[in-house]
């Protein structure tokens, strides 16, 4: 199984970023898959879930601004991410939600400065 994240990077507060993460290795049309991430110094937070249905699910922090998809086709999940703020600045990292858990991508680094 294997989760590869892209897509993050240094943007000015307002701006945009869109997160992808492609999977292996797992049925991926029938999982749910979402992201979490990690600020220096703060444990791992829920960010926004997807299910198989397409069904989203958002942490407060995100609702609004973040907007999470699945293309079954390319095995790819992304979130879109909009008015970023210097709050959003953390690791963020996909996950898929099997049976024996969840199992977690590497990480891409979001930084929000001016």
């Known amino acids: 199984v294997q989760l590869q994240a892209s897509g993050g990077g240094l943007v000015q507060p307002g701006g945009s970023l869109r997160l992808s993460c492609a999977a292996s290795?797992?049925?991926?049309?029938?999982?749910?898959m979402g992201w979490y991430r990690q600020a220096p110094g703060k444990e791992r937070e829920w960010v926004a879930s997807?299910?198989?249905?397409?069904?989203?699910n958002y942490a407060d922090s995100a609702m609004g601004r973040f907007t999470i998809s699945r293309d079954n086709a390319k095995n790819t999940v992304y979130l879109q991410m909009n008015s970023l703020k210097p709050d959003d600045t953390a690791v963020y990292y996909c996950?898929?939600?099997?049976?024996?858990?969840?199992?977690w991508g590497q990480g891409t680094q979001v930084t929000v400065s001016s």
């Open positions: 996950f898929a939600r099997l049976s024996g858990g969840n199992v």
């Open positions: 290795g797992i049925i991926f049309s029938s999982s749910i």
């Open positions: 997807i299910s198989s249905g397409r069904r989203m």
